[in-house]
């Protein structure tokens, strides 16, 4: 869009709060970390073994039963689910550059498949009773998987073709209508909603494991952990494959990722299935960890949850993305009661006049929407690429600013091809710059 | 569908009766909705951008007119001619804070991001939708406050149909805006500016034209409809709840592109067809309250996938 003179300083009030932080930015870099940015600690294979080793580490601390150590595997376990979420979301939002508002359609089905799987029963039409088979849970993970990824095609192949923004709308349809339609058919109980029956235990040399134990929450944090490993292995995978890259051509431009022989439609829809499929694996771990599940307990704010993981750490940044959903998540189920209780029983017995005590009708789940909300507009407006941005993203928009005319474009694969070692120690980000480049790169597309 | 819950239906009436009276329900429903249908296609047309918060910009209308009448102490009808000026008031308060404020969103969120991809100002959008959900949330509470009805309930009976004054004044006061449009659009030399831009913006820069001032009265005129169908949704309906706005933000969104995203005679006419299916939808599917809203989703899937230029709309080739 033509703005008629460069009066950007008027204009542009984003530029005078990024000149700011970057400041602060620099500073932190200097005095608390060694010079380097944040992102050099934060990606590569050095911090993905120290995280690993952490977090198998966890369950192994000593602790009573009712210990903020037990409620904080417990809370893990709901970010792996969500890491899962993000990661899925992160395929189709991030890699092929298709906004999916309604992501979470793909979890309520993987968690309706486990609950139903387990269950043993279902209602029909006319509200009679039938017994089903149930199935072992660790089935139920690859056919929750499997019929999320049908939904994905299914909803997929009619609306691929639109252009962005409409499909963005369409999904967010989808996303409102499967809950919907789970609270109005009685096969699943409707409003009332299902209870999964949890996993067996399993007998093992060193002993049996429970995963229903109330006192120890450890198998099945490993259980979590160990999907949400090999979905970020996938994901890695999926990246530098053909697949990937035809992604990556997509989102960049369509129509020339098109006469460069991509096939768009099933590339799309490839990459909306596989989002799928990781929702419904999250959607089945889920169900597994937290039985009782309602229909209406299903809502909106799950995807824009998750879209703000993925924005919030990076779009097509792996690592970004699981960073975003650790802390999302972990402020979510874990800080955020430990914030509200105190708050709201300390001013019970305060007087009313006291100062602050406004804060105790502030309910802080509704609080945290706003947070999220303005984390959202304020990631887009100030720093797009977000906290831990996508390597090849950043190479990309350096070749493009920094190459000389004419062969920028070659240059920029081949540094591509040079491998990913590389980027992990690429020097200080610069916001400013990636939006420049970014907005010349990727200008007004039609 | 929660906001129809409070449309009652005469028990005993013929099958003709039922569907005369849906049809006046609908037609009123669908004033509204192509009200708030038009500030979607303006924005459309004007930038290509979803403005997601549209609907919340109509909620907010909502929640102020409430706190207005409340603070003015009102709960039952006042006579007809203070209701007139009541009416007049609820209208310029509830349309000055809808223009205000998709003014000020457009300003400091959506204005930045003007050469951005085109991603990102939808997702600014969405984040603006929720700020202005859950400010509206921690102000008024999570369930419905009824809005005093104000309006006395006359109306005229023809056979088994029931027409209320105040579905009469709905559909005129609609009506009579976006007449008011209609010309502005046409005539006035904003309106010139407004259509040039929606053309080609960069040639209408050429032409002298102001292209931010142009997009920002766009975004006035925008909220204002949406707020005046804040205060008509008020006396409707009469449930005020900070989640309306993306329900009917959603359904007003369909019936734009129904008529043809970016051209405001479509609008119109897709607001009031959806008015229309929705209120048919209710009263002839099975269990319709719990559909409508699946219905109408229904709908723009299938408008999207065989007719995305909607009913009024043009094919646009696709710029490269």
């Not at chain 1, 997509?250 to 929702?279: M, Q, Y």
């Amino acid at each position: 869009m033509a703005t008629q003179t460069p009066s950007k300083a008027a204009s542009s009030w984003t530029a005078g709060i990024r000149r700011g932080t970057d400041g602060i930015r620099r500073w932190l870099n200097e005095t608390m970390l060694a010079g380097r940015p944040l992102i050099w600690y934060v990606t590569g294979w050095r911090f993905a073994v120290i995280a690993l080793v952490v977090a198998i580490l966890l369950p192994l601390v000593p602790t009573s039963a009712y210990s903020d150590i037990q409620s904080l595997l417990v809370a893990m376990i709901s970010v792996f689910v969500y890491i899962m979420l993000a990661l899925g979301l992160n395929i189709v939002v991030g890699y092929a550059g298709l906004l999916d508002l309604g992501y979470v359609a793909f979890f309520v089905i993987g968690s309706y498949t486990m609950a139903a799987g387990t269950y043993g029963s279902i209602n029909d039409f006319a509200g009679k009773l039938h017994d089903l088979p149930t199935l072992p849970f660790i089935l139920l993970i690859p056919i929750g998987a499997f019929i999320a990824g049908i939904f994905g095609i299914l909803l997929g192949a009619p609306t691929l073709r639109l252009r962005g923004d409409y499909l963005a709308i369409v999904t967010l349809g989808f996303g409102e209508i499967v809950p919907v339609v789970f609270a109005n058919i009685p096969i699943f109980f409707g409003q009332t909603g299902i209870s999964a029956t949890q996993p067996a235990p399993i007998t093992t040399p060193v002993g049996i494991i429970s995963f229903t134990d109330p006192f120890n929450h450890a198998p099945f944090y490993y259980l979590a952990l160990a999907v949400a490993v090999l979905v970020t292995l996938g994901c890695y995978a999926l990246r530098s494959s053909s697949i990937g890259r035809a992604w990556v051509a997509i989102r960049e431009d369509e129509t020339a990722a098109e006469a460069s022989g991509v096939n768009l439609t099933r590339t799309k829809l490839l990459a909306f299935a596989l989002g799928a499929f990781v929702g419904g694996i999250g959607g089945v771990i889920n169900t597994a960890a937290f039985p009782s599940i309602t229909p209406l307990g299903f809502s909106f704010a799950i995807s824009i949850t998750v879209l703000i993981m993925v924005v919030l750490g990076g779009i097509g940044s792996i690592p970004g993305v699981i960073i975003g959903a650790l802390v999302l998540r972990l402020f979510d189920v874990f800080l955020l009661q430990r914030i509200n209780d105190p708050v709201h029983q300390s001013f019970l017995v305060a007087p009313v006049n006291a100062p602050l005590h406004v804060l105790a009708n502030v309910d802080f789940n509704t609080l945290k929407l706003l947070i999220y909300g303005i984390v959202l507009v304020a990631m887009i407006l100030l720093r797009p690429q977000g906290l831990i941005p996508d390597a090849r993203r950043r190479r990309e928009l350096k070749g493009v600013g920094a190459a000389p005319e004419g062969v920028s474009a070659v240059g920029a694969f081949e540094q591509e091809e040079a491998g990913m070692s590389a980027a992990t120690t690429a020097d200080v980000l610069d916001p400013s710059e990636y939006t420049g480049a970014g907005s010349d790169a990727q200008g007004r597309e039609g | 569908m929660l906001t129809l819950a409070t449309v009652m239906i005469p028990a005993s009436a013929s099958p003709v009766g039922i569907f005369f009276q849906q049809l006046e329900i609908g037609i009123t429903l669908g004033a509204m909705y192509a009200l708030v249908a038009l500030g979607y296609t303006l924005v459309y047309g004007i930038i290509e951008l979803i403005n997601f918060a549209h609907g919340d910009i109509f909620m907010w209308s909502t929640v102020v007119t409430l706190a207005v009448i409340q603070a003015m102490g009102i709960t039952a009808s006042p006579g007809p001619v203070k209701l007139i000026g009541l009416l007049i008031l609820l209208l310029a308060i509830g349309m000055l804070v809808s223009a205000t404020l998709n003014y000020t969103i457009e300003r400091f969120f959506y204005k930045p991001l003007r050469k951005a991809p085109r991603l990102a100002p939808l997702i600014a959008a969405i984040g603006a939708s929720f700020i202005l959900e859950t400010i509206a949330q921690l102000w008024r509470g999570s369930s419905f406050v009824a809005f005093p009805s104000i309006f006395p309930s006359v109306g005229i009976t023809f056979g088994s149909v029931r027409v209320n004054l105040l579905d009469v004044v709905i559909v005129i006061v609609a009506v009579v805006l976006m007449y008011g449009l209609e010309r502005f659009i046409r005539l006035t030399r904003m309106g010139k500016a407004m259509r040039a831009t929606a053309q080609d913006p960069e040639a209408a820069a050429l032409m002298g034209v102001n292209i931010n001032r142009t997009i920002s009265m766009t975004f006035i005129i925008g909220g204002a409809l949406a707020g005046a169908a804040g205060v008509l949704y008020n006396l409707y309906i009469a449930q005020v709840w900070f989640f309306t706005g993306f329900q009917l933000g959603l359904i007003a969104f369909t019936a734009a592109v129904l008529g043809g995203i970016g051209n405001i005679y479509g609008a119109v006419l897709g607001g009031f067809v959806i008015g229309l299916i929705e209120a048919l939808t209710i009263q002839y599917v099975p269990g319709g309250f719990a559909w409508a809203d699946a219905v109408v989703f229904a709908i723009l899937v299938l408008i999207l996938v065989f007719k995305p230029s909607g009913l009024l709309g043009q094919q646009i080739p696709n710029k490269v």
